[in-house]
């Protein structure tokens, strides 16, 4: 095409599914991206004047496109900044509905510019009406949201590294290009409601750090400059998804594009970064139920029966200028005792250590002496006084019963009764089902069970009628209801997530308590104006979305699984699909908390990495998997503190908040998953396998009775046990490894012992 000039012109490429063009008809080019809906071009994203836009200290200007030229699969874009030439190739890529995009600026002399960005319109109409349920779009999403207009989502955010946007079917999104080894002040930006149109943003933009956890556009910074060129990359998809799920496909492909690659080359992840001698399973059981447990249980005798505690050591009205200093046992959301004693037990009977279960076994008898009122209990106790409180005073109401943190509890007193210790099924059940009819009784109309009830038991206003932490408490319903039988508990938790699918689902309103009263604080009505999001924690979804899987199990109804898999798949935008440069720890794998804060692997990411093995398991989607063994390992790199970088920088670690939010929490996730999936595991059915423990598996091969497979540690002395499923018992298979000869055994055999292989 050549210079832009003259009347109306225009010059377009296509494939099947995009069509990129550049058009004049008036005084300044139109950069159009279409997608093909049904027979149709549906303009997606557009930029006047060019997309090219530079910040200098006179402000933001929009670059003029000058020229375009038609290259090999693309087009190339060329323009003029005024502190310099900028060029844009924008090409397809091996994917129909993704462009790649390289944008690069050629400085010109004593140039100075604080930011260089490539924005987009989104073209489809907004909604005229707008209220909780219904957006000016269908769906936006950003990994944090804003407190200022200027605010950005930063590289230090970048957890899952995309902004997103739907209206009907047609979905667009942006997702930067990233190296793990170079750092790079780089940046995406968007706002749904002050242009004409909803737009969003990403490139060389620098930023600086407000608040607790916001990152503005910096006005004092210059982004990285070699040879004086400025260039970043990123991919544009564009394309018809399903009403308000496009974001599911970013999910698959953030974990293609970034996550598979960083976890094979990552076999010591859970290395840990302050005491590098700990890495393998082996280590950190030893660090966590030795030197850890030991060094904070203790026991006492309660009316004749054996107490115990691993101590957390928290302040409970949260002063945290004076911080515990005497036995506690906090059974919450958060820091959940019972759950690491489960994993304590589980050690225990693994090694035939009788002693750790008792000890293990102290800590359920001391949850089951909780005072209880109308079956609600309460769920903080402290030694040194022999007083119970019903909540946590830092982020919560330490008078109020607390539905959240009594529901999660009540499920992993009943997970102990089945899993663990069948003998004491009769009493916990008589703890528990009183505190079920409590549920039942307060249960509103509209499905929501209200969070915080007071000593009269009236519900507290704040999270009465509307929260996200309903989930929780379906989930200990539907479980019991499972167990029992007893139909009323089940259309319990169904009512329950009937409101969540209603109420929260619709506008992703993901409000818990930690949303708003732990360190990212903020009013109960916080709303971004600019992106239209309402801020969201991830830590009452992750039960939510058990909730729904239990739910599927129990009622055989496929509606549950199906939104138990989207739920899932919004969840997984909170979990780390990269190693960012800017941090010490392998990062993968970890869980932020929420778009409000930028910490980086918090300990929650042991809740999260069974949950996502159960749906692995019960879906056959390997990514799942994948993601699991990322989840689980990602705590020990940063333990024991509870996430590192808390406010997305520096290099550092978080706060130490105890055993059952960092080592503890994350050992109990291994000693659940490690009997399935030992230290490498193999799935016959899909022929592919992961590494689990030290390790990462390459090259698996499953062709009727052969399997191979290349096995890699930096430990090259160690053995390791090499797990199967979807192995026929009755077969005989010839098993290699590394490129060694092959070894026959049974299918009986592999199902029963596995294959240990090494030294590598």
């Known amino acids: 095409m050549g210079p832009l000039c003259g009347a109306a012109s225009a010059q377009q490429v296509s494939n099947h599914a995009v069509r990129i063009e550049v058009s004049k008809t008036g005084a300044q080019p139109e950069e159009t991206i279409y997608s093909r809906v049904d027979d149709a071009w549906a303009p997606a994203l557009s930029a006047t004047a060019s997309t090219v836009r530079v910040t200098t200290g006179d402000g933001m200007k929009v670059c003029a496109l000058t020229q375009t030229r038609e290259i090999e699969h693309g087009l190339l874009l060329q323009g003029d900044c005024g502190v310099g030439q900028y060029e844009q190739r924008v090409t397809f890529s091996a994917v129909d509905d993704v462009l790649d995009v390289t944008t690069r600026l050629m400085l010109g002399a004593k140039a100075n510019v604080h930011a260089v960005e490539d924005r987009y319109d989104f073209l489809p109409e907004r909604h005229a009406s707008v209220d909780v349920l219904n957006g000016p779009?269908?769906?936006?999403?950003?990994?944090?949201?804003?407190?200022?207009v200027d605010d950005v989502v930063a590289t230090n955010q970048f957890k899952s590294p995309v902004v997103m946007m739907q209206q009907g079917e047609l979905f667009a999104a942006i997702t930067p290009v990233l190296s793990d080894r170079l750092v790079e002040p780089l940046a995406l930006d968007l706002d749904v409601t002050?242009?004409?149109?909803?737009?969003m943003s990403y490139g060389a933009i620098t930023s600086t750090p407000h608040g607790h956890s916001y990152y503005r556009r910096a006005v004092d910074q210059q982004p990285r400059v070699v040879a004086q060129e400025i260039v970043?990359?990123?991919?544009?998809?564009?394309?018809?998804?399903?009403?308000?799920?496009?974001y599911r496909r970013m999910v698959r492909d953030l974990w293609t594009q970034y996550g598979h690659p960083a976890l094979l080359d990552s076999p010591d992840m859970q290395r840990n970064t302050i005491r590098p001698e700990l890495v393998s399973f082996t280590a950190w059981s030893d660090e966590a139920w030795h030197a850890y447990a030991d060094k904070v249980y203790s026991e006492w005798d309660c009316?004749?029966?054996?107490?115990?505690?691993?101590?957390?050591n928290r302040n409970v009205l949260g002063d945290w200028t004076q911080r515990g200093s005497h036995p506690d046992a906090w059974f919450n959301a958060w820091f959940q005792t019972l759950r690491t004693a489960y994993g304590w037990y589980l050690e225990g009977k693994k090694t035939n250590d009788t002693a750790m279960m008792a000890k293990a076994d102290s800590v359920l008898t001391l949850s089951l002496t909780a005072p209880q009122k109308e079956g609600a209990f309460d769920t903080i106790y402290l030694r040194e006084s022999n007083k119970w409180y019903p909540d946590d005073g830092w982020a919560g109401y330490a008078e109020d019963y607390h539905a959240f943190c009594m529901s999660w509890q009540a499920y992993w007193m009943l997970r102990w009764a089945v899993d663990l210790e069948p003998q004491r099924k009769a009493e916990v059940m008589r703890f528990i089902e009183p505190y079920a009819k409590f549920l039942l009784k307060h249960q509103l109309a509209s499905g929501v069970i209200p969070s915080w009830y007071d000593a009269s038991f009236k519900p507290r206003a704040d999270f009465r009628d509307f929260n996200g932490e309903t989930g929780a408490s379906a989930l200990f319903l539907a479980y019991l209801g499972s167990i029992t039988g007893d139909q009323q508990d089940i259309a319990a938790a169904e009512r329950a997530m009937n409101f969540v699918t209603e109420q929260v689902i619709p506008r992703q309103r993901w409000f818990d308590f930690e949303t708003y009263l732990s360190c990212a604080r903020k009013p109960y009505d916080f709303f971004d104006k600019w992106t239209a999001q309402y801020p969201q924690n991830n830590l009452a979804e992750i039960q939510t979305v058990q909730a729904w899987l239990l739910l599927y199990q129990t009622t055989h109804k496929k509606l549950y699984l199906d939104r138990g898999t989207a739920g899932l798949d919004y969840l997984l935008l909170t979990q780390q699909v990269w190693n960012n440069p800017m941090f010490t720890p392998r990062l993968l794998g970890g869980f932020t908390t929420q778009n409000t804060?930028?910490?980086?692997?918090?300990?929650?990411?042991?809740?999260?990495?069974?949950?996502?093995?159960?749906?692995?398991?019960?879906t056959g989607n390997f990514e799942y998997l994948e993601r699991a063994v990322s989840a689980a390992r990602s705590t020990f790199a940063v333990a024991p503190y509870e996430n590192w970088a808390h406010n997305g920088h520096?290099?550092?670690?978080?706060?130490?908040?105890?055993?059952?939010?960092?080592?503890?929490?994350?050992?109990?996730?291994?000693e659940m998953l490690w009997p399935a999936l030992g230290d490498a595991y193999i799935d016959l059915k899909a022929g592919k396998g992961v590494g689990f423990d030290e390790c990462s598996l390459r090259a698996v091969v499953v062709g009727g009775e052969t399997i191979s497979f290349e096995i890699d540690s930096r430990n090259r002395q160690r053995m390791f046990s090499v797990h199967?499923?979807?192995?026929?018992?009755?077969?005989?298979?010839?098993?290699?490894?590394?490129?060694?000869?092959?070894?026959?055994?049974?299918?009986k055999d592999l199902l029963a012992h596995g294959l240990t292989v090494g030294p590598l």
């Open 137 to 148: 779009l269908d769906f936006v999403w950003s990994q944090n949201i804003k407190s200022q």
């Open 194 to 199: 002050s242009d004409k149109h909803p737009w």
């Open 232 to 246: 970043y990359s990123y991919r544009i998809t564009v394309s018809r998804q399903p009403v308000k799920l496009g």
């Open 303 to 312: 009316g004749g029966k054996r107490c115990g505690t691993l101590a957390s």
């Open 597 to 618: 804060d930028a910490e980086w692997s918090d300990a929650r990411q042991g809740y999260a990495a069974t949950l996502l093995y159960d749906y692995f398991r019960e």
């Open 650 to 670: 520096p290099d550092g670690p978080g706060a130490m908040t105890g055993f059952h939010w960092g080592t503890g929490s994350a050992m109990t996730s291994i």
């Open 724 to 747: 199967f499923a979807n192995v026929d018992p009755a077969r005989q298979y010839l098993v290699s490894w590394n490129g060694k000869s092959a070894k026959k055994v049974t299918g």
